[in-house]
């Protein structure tokens, strides 16, 4: 009993220091070269594999940031920049780096209730199911493996969610049965006028310019 109670203490110690190591956000900091020259500026603009504004990172869920960049590392989500960003760290990198975006803004809550979307919109949200994952006011997901959608980049929702649409690319499409059963119902024009409303509201994310030399 007391060789069990030694070896769980031992455990516990062990996960915990993990745990610490997981959320490292200083080290996190010495980790985000790569991050800063698109996620760093305010307004930049991919044009490769298509153009839409890069998503604002701080603030966002670092259990989601980390899951997207273990896809983006497996290639399930397909996107060349990212993926080979993503294949070059560790899983403690990913860990570091998404703590430290998680933090990086300190903006207000989302309040629990926001502008209702209009008619045509609500029924689309209904039909997908949106909020029963992504929250009532698409800022409090179930899981903080999901993201916060709400005030994110219009034009880049748009991409995101056309991309679970995409097959047999090798530059653009993402990988999850959920959400492909989801988007798939829709048609483009649909999928932008869903973006275009999550995108208007308020949001807990935000692009905080970074200098390149650091």
Same mark, same amino acid.
């Given at each position: ?5 030694? $070896?769980?203490l031992?455990l516990?110690?062990a996960l915990?220091?993990?745990? &610490?190591?997981?959320q490292?956000?200083?080290?996190? @900091?010495?980790?985000i070269?790569m991050? $800063?020259?698109c996620?760093?500026?305010? %307004?930049? #603009?991919a044009? *490769?594999?298509?153009v839409?504004k890069v998503?604002?990172i ?6 989601? $940031?980390?899951?997207a +960049? #273990? ?5 399930e ?5 990212m993926?080979g $960003?993503a294949g070059?760290?560790? @899983?403690q990198?990913m860990?570091?780096v998404?703590? *430290?975006?998680e933090q990086?803004a300190?903006?207000?809550?989302v309040?629990?209730?926001v502008?209702?979307?209009?008619a045509?919109?609500? @029924?689309? +949200?209904t ?8 929250g009532?006011?698409?800022s409090k997901?179930i ?6 959608? &709400?005030? #994110?980049?219009?034009?880049? +929702?748009?991409v995101a +969610?056309?991309?679970y649409k995409? @097959?047999n ?7 999850n %049965?959920?959400?492909?059963g #989801?988007?798939?119902q *829709?048609s ?5 006028a869903i973006a275009?409303?999550i995108g208007?509201l308020p949001?807990e ?10």
């Open positions: 009993m007391k060789k069990l109670l030694q $070896i769980s031992a516990a110690t915990g220091a993990f745990a &610490a190591q997981a490292d956000v200083k080290a996190g @900091e010495k980790k070269a991050c $800063i020259g996620h760093g500026i305010a %307004g930049y #603009q044009s *490769f594999p298509e839409h998503p604002m701080a603030g966002q869920n670092a259990k989601y $940031i980390v899951a +960049l #273990q896809a983006y590392a497996k290639g989500r397909k996107h060349p920049t993926r $960003i070059s760290l560790s @899983e990198d860990n570091d998404a703590a *430290f975006y990086q300190k903006l207000p809550a309040p629990d209730s502008p209702a979307a209009p045509n919109v609500a @029924e689309l +949200l039909k997908g199911a949106c909020v029963s994952c992504h009532a006011n698409f997901p899981d903080p493996s999901y993201p916060k959608l &709400a005030g #994110q980049h219009a034009d880049y +929702l748009t +969610l056309k991309a995409t @097959e690319n090798n530059n653009v499409g993402r990988s %049965g959920v959400m492909a #989801q988007v798939k *829709f483009n024009a649909e999928l932008k275009a409303y208007s949001t994310m935000a692009t905080v310019p970074q200098r390149r030399m650091r």
